[in-house]
């Protein structure tokens, strides 16, 4: 892995109000055949698991309570900008043009961020199958999560963890390795489970595959309101970054975010070049 370095580095959290995309930067496993995500038997933010977060010191993850952290600021930055977005999105993908930009640190930090501050209930969903990594992240068993549920082994109340440290924070995780994840989201039963979590949760962000994978990506855009777009300038490829932006429609386009961008905020160096720069830190 390139990134051995895991403290946290500068988010230069961008979302832009307007859509263009270049001008913007800144439980326990039982089996239940019988309760399928169509079903509503329990709410299941009321009877998921309680589990403590399990996050290695050094990981750029949920850094809300360090003294003055720079890093937590720009994901409060991050959350004002999506609370008070005209299209006023519920359902937030996260994604980016490749592998490793970003986007499981950035759905992580923003999902925590949310549940600080509103006082309704975030949901973490991993939708990334071939390479879910936030159960590895917050300590969390993979399983059951979000694979189980779409494929009516679990009832989604026994897949959705609550977090411990962040009580209006609840994750689903990816759930068990698929053969063809393609085919659990082209399924009658996540668009049934997608207009679920909407009824439950107040803000669902997904981290989602690559937008370069395709098929994938193309199904989580469908049901989402907006998407977030991870740009890592030290990793992330520029061709790759252009052609994937033109991916996302302009009316979903929430914004990007420049990732591990060293004192970008302070520097504020973005306003000369026609990107929006945000100078006051908001909570
Ligand atoms: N802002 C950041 N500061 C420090 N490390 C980061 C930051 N963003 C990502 N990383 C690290 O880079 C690697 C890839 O990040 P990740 O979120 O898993 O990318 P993706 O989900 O896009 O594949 C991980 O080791 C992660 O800890
Ligand atoms: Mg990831």
Not at 182 to 202: C, I, P
Not at 268 to 276: L, M, W
Request: hydrophobic share 40%; with cysteine; proline share 6%.
């Amino acid at each position: 892995m390139k990134f051995a370095q895991r403290t946290a580095r500068m988010p230069g959290v961008t979302a832009s109000a307007q859509a263009s995309p270049m001008r913007s930067q800144l439980s326990l496993c039982r089996r239940a055949n019988n309760h399928s995500a169509t079903a509503t038997p329990h709410a299941a933010a009321a009877h998921a698991r309680v589990l403590p977060l399990q996050v290695q010191s050094t990981a750029p993850i949920l850094i809300f309570d360090q003294q003055k952290s720079r890093a937590g600021e720009q994901y409060r930055i991050l959350r004002t900008k999506i609370l008070h977005h005209p299209i006023n999105p519920r359902l937030i993908l996260i994604s980016s043009p490749g592998p490793g930009d970003g986007k499981t640190v950035t759905a992580i930090n923003l999902a925590g961020a949310l549940s600080l501050k509103s006082e309704s209930k975030v949901l973490l969903v991993d939708s990334d199958f071939r390479r879910s990594s936030v159960h590895k992240e917050l300590g969390f068993p993979v399983s059951p999560g979000l694979s189980d549920v779409l494929s009516g082994s679990v009832a989604l109340e026994q897949a959705v963890i609550r977090t411990q440290q962040y009580p209006n924070l609840y994750v689903l995780t990816a759930g068990e390795g698929r053969r063809n994840p393609s085919e659990l989201l082209d399924s009658g039963m996540w668009r049934t489970l997608v207009a679920r979590l909407r009824k439950e949760f107040q803000y669902i962000i997904l981290d989602s595959p690559p937008i370069a994978a395709v098929a994938d990506y193309l199904l989580l855009q469908e049901v989402c309101d907006g998407v977030v777009v991870v740009i890592r300038p030290d990793h992330t490829n520029r061709k790759m970054c252009k052609s994937t932006l033109e991916t996302v429609p302009p009316q979903k386009m929430i914004g990007a975010i420049m990732n591990c961008v060293e004192d970008w905020f302070l520097s504020g160096v973005a306003s000369t070049s026609g990107y929006y720069y945000y100078g006051n830190a908001e909570n």
